[in-house]
């Protein structure tokens, strides 16, 4: 699986952002993957998670930081996982990465053979 995020870019705080991130490999079925994104706020640290949907559609995960403000989805159809980001903080200042995993696994988190994507630059001034 190959993974492409796209939809990142400088933003005011209070603005909004959509994320896509497109998924494309030879043999796969994007309905089948747990999907999620994290990202990493600064060199040197941690990837946290920020969003997680389940590969039937029927439960999400969001970070504390970033609950009422984030919506993940999918569009199976599409192979494609969105973020929408609303009401956007400096502090959501970071480099976003799509993660796939292929294995189902819930709650979302780092697993072995998670694939990742590239990563997407959002920066939000003040």
């Known amino acids: 699986v190959q993974l492409v995020e796209s939809g990142g870019g400088l933003v005011q705080a209070g603005g909004s952002l959509r994320l896509s991130c497109v998924a494309s490999g030879r043999t796969f079925t994007f309905s089948s993957y747990t999907l999620k994104w994290f990202r990493r706020q600064g060199p040197g640290t941690d990837v946290d998670l920020v969003a997680g949907i389940s590969w039937n559609n029927i439960n999400t995960s969001y970070a504390d930081s970033v609950k009422g403000r984030f919506t993940i989805s999918r569009d199976n159809a599409e192979n494609t996982v969105y973020l929408q980001m609303n009401s956007l903080k400096p502090e959501d200042t970071a480099v976003y990465y799509c993660?796939?995993?292929?294995?189902?696994?819930?709650?979302?988190?780092?697993?072995?053979?998670?694939?990742w994507g590239q990563g997407t630059q959002v920066t939000v001034s003040s």
């Open positions: 993660v796939v995993d292929a294995n189902r696994r819930w709650p979302p988190r780092t697993y072995q053979w998670d694939v």
